[in-house]
């Protein structure tokens, strides 16, 4: 397919997932510019970047970055955006109007998103589909959260209804750590819900989906965590490609309920009493993990240029299941120093090259994001713009 010429933005450089990213479509053929508010950004240091362009923070600077985007647009234009950083995804979303004539936007609408972000709109509207969700309570405050305490089953988890991952989460073992876990979420601006905990040996489940503009899938990927960070909950830092028809049917199931366009990622965990996989929480928007579905042989990136583009394609719904994709720096090497038991992991911590194994940054053919990597440690430990990524963390 010839895609000579075509140019495509990238924000949030920063990244991991930018990084897939711009190497999805760089060896494509694709011309990608990436943009991010530093110059040590991992993605900008890829061979596969066309071109690099600071711009002001989403974050602290929204009015600022919008107008830089508008600016260099008419400046430089380009034939598609894709937002890779929720806070960036939801600008460009709620501004769409100012961006429609400059490019091609594949992703859902504002409206859509905001719907989406909140773990209970999508919970109610699984189980109206029947789809398995952990049992779950809506609190309206601390008062009412306090209400349910001796009638939960305990241990049980406390999570904003807003946010993605472990992010604001509490494991609540006893009824007496329940008030502090729901103060923590209501002093942060967020409402929580109550939802019981599965058990911990289950594993975690994503599956990933392109969805055009008439809701029909163009692609499909599900993965299976084998490690994360932080050890307890995190983003994954060794994952494996794998086939699970009833969460690939049930998450396809929701998003066309839901009138999705775009990328998403639903999340799910195995319930080892039942065995079925449950229903977590959907974050519309690409992943983290996004390396591994490329190296399995879905090209998110691409097949979202082309479906914004209106180039005909096949769906992409088959890969190679047991590949797998590694975080070493610094996800995998966090998680072996925190796992109290890392010299009996399985798989072993220590096997670095094995068939059919790739890495979210380290590539012999595009090695420079490893210095990105490194150098990005400034900006992130230094720099305002990822504050709130710090603050973040540090409840995980």
């Excluded at 060794?238 to 049930?250: C, G, V, Y």
Aim: charged share 25%.
């Amino acid at each position: 397919m010839d895609l000579e010429g075509v140019r495509v933005f990238l924000t949030d450089g920063f990244w991991r997932k930018t990084v897939a990213a711009v190497r999805g479509l760089g060896r494509a053929g694709v011309s990608v510019t990436v943009g991010e508010s530093t110059y040590l950004a991992p993605a900008l240091f890829s061979r596969y970047c066309s071109q690099r362009v600071r711009t002001p923070s989403p974050i602290l600077q929204p009015l600022d970055y919008l107008a830089f985007l508008e600016q260099f647009l008419d400046r430089y234009p380009h034939d598609v955006i894709i937002p890779m950083e929720e806070e960036t995804l939801l600008l460009i979303a709620q501004h769409r109007e100012r961006f429609e004539e400059k490019a091609h936007l594949p992703f859902a609408d504002y409206s859509s998103l905001l719907f989406i972000r909140d773990k209970l709109n999508v919970l109610e509207r699984a189980a109206t589909l029947r789809i398995p969700i952990p049992k779950t309570h809506n609190v309206v405050s601390i008062e009412s959260g306090l209400n349910m305490r001796d009638s939960l089953s305990y241990p049980v988890v406390v999570k904003p209804r807003v946010g993605s991952g472990s992010a604001g989460l509490s494991c609540v073992k006893t009824p007496d750590q329940l008030f502090q876990a729901l103060r923590r979420v209501f002093a942060s601006g967020q409402v929580p819900i109550i939802q019981e905990r599965i058990p911990p040996e289950g594993k975690g489940i994503g599956v990933s989906l392109l969805l055009d503009a008439d809701h029909r899938v163009c692609a499909s990927f599900v993965h299976r965590r084998l490690r994360e960070y932080p050890v307890n909950g995190g983003p994954s830092t060794l994952r494996e490609s794998f086939l699970h028809e009833q969460a690939r049917d049930d998450a396809v199931r929701l998003l066309q309920s839901l009138q999705f366009v775009g990328v998403a990622m639903v999340e799910f965990k195995i319930d080892p009493r039942d065995g079925q996989a449950k229903l977590l929480e959907v974050n519309p928007r690409f992943w983290g993990s996004l390396a591994l579905a490329i190296h399995a042989g879905v090209n998110f990136p691409l097949l979202l240029t082309l479906m914004a583009l209106g180039r005909d394609f096949q769906p992409v719904t088959s890969y190679r299941p047991g590949c797998r994709c590694r975080w070493l720096l610094p996800g995998d090497i966090l998680h072996f120093l925190h796992n109290p038991n890392r010299w009996h992991m399985e798989p072993n911590f220590f096997q670095f090259k094995q068939p059919n194994q790739a890495d979210d940054i380290i590539d012999s053919h595009d090695p420079l994001p490893i210095l990105g990597t490194i150098l990005s440690l400034l900006p992130f430990y230094m720099k305002r713009d990822f504050e709130h990524v710090r603050r973040r963390r540090a409840h995980e």
